[in-house]
């Protein structure tokens, strides 16, 4: 009988240790599908869950370094330092889809660092349109109906998860049109 027990007791400490750590599994539960993704991190590609940023309003944008739109990098990093305390991420995901990102990765990063001083959270280099885009920029596309057309493009999402609007390389990191959609969404209206 004893030896019944330990093999029980093994076998639910076997369950245990395969089961998600309880602060793990609440975060897979409470993570929106939109952001249930694992991505690379740019500057040492460790992996990192986007269900970290559950709860705040996320501004994703695919970046290039050699585009019309690149000084975009110095806005995108005052609009975060500006937001940050009170909710707001910024998410960079450089990408060659359209031939301006031509660097790996540590290029990219050093590029972004020591030109636009960026800190808010990049991406390894991946594509974001099309049947070969990653599946964040699917998920967006499908849900805006809209995929980048150039770099720079950008998609708001709530802090519930859903996918509020998207906004093209035209409209800048201080337009009044943008900033007053992550207000409200920071306000929670």
């Known amino acids: 009988m004893l030896k019944t027990i330990r093999i029980a007791a093994m076998g639910i400490a076997l369950v245990w240790l395969n089961a998600p750590a309880p ?11 939109t952001l249930n993704h694992v991505f690379a991190r740019l500057q040492d590609e460790t992996p990192q869950s986007l269900c970290q940023y559950s709860g705040k309003v996320v501004l994703v944008v695919n970046t290039a370094s050699y585009c019309t739109f690149t000084p975009q990098y110095k806005g995108l990093e005052a609009l975060y330092a500006r937001y940050r305390e009170r ?8 990408s060659n889809d359209f031939a301006q990102e031509t660097g790996d990765n540590r290029q990219i990063a050093d ?3 020591n030109t636009y ?14 049947p070969q885009a990653n ?23 709530a802090r519930d998860g ?3 609007t998207s ?20 306000a929670g209206k």
Request: charged content about 15%; glycine content about 8%; overall charge positive.
């Open 162 to 164: 859903s996918v509020v």
């Open 87 to 94: 909710g707001l991420v910024v998410l960079g995901f450089p």
């Open 167 to 186: 906004y093209t390389s035209l409209t800048g990191p201080d337009s009044s049109t943008l900033t007053k959609d992550i207000e409200k969404q920071l």
């Open 117 to 130: 001083g960026v800190k808010f959270p990049m991406f390894t280099k991946s594509s974001v349109r099309g």
């Open 111 to 113: 590029f972004c660092e």
């Open 135 to 157: 599946p964040l920029f699917r998920q967006l596309a499908q849900a805006t109906g809209r995929q980048p057309l150039w770099n720079f493009h950008k998609y708001l999402i």
């Open 23 to 33: 602060a793990q599994a609440a975060e897979t539960a409470a993570c929106p599908a």
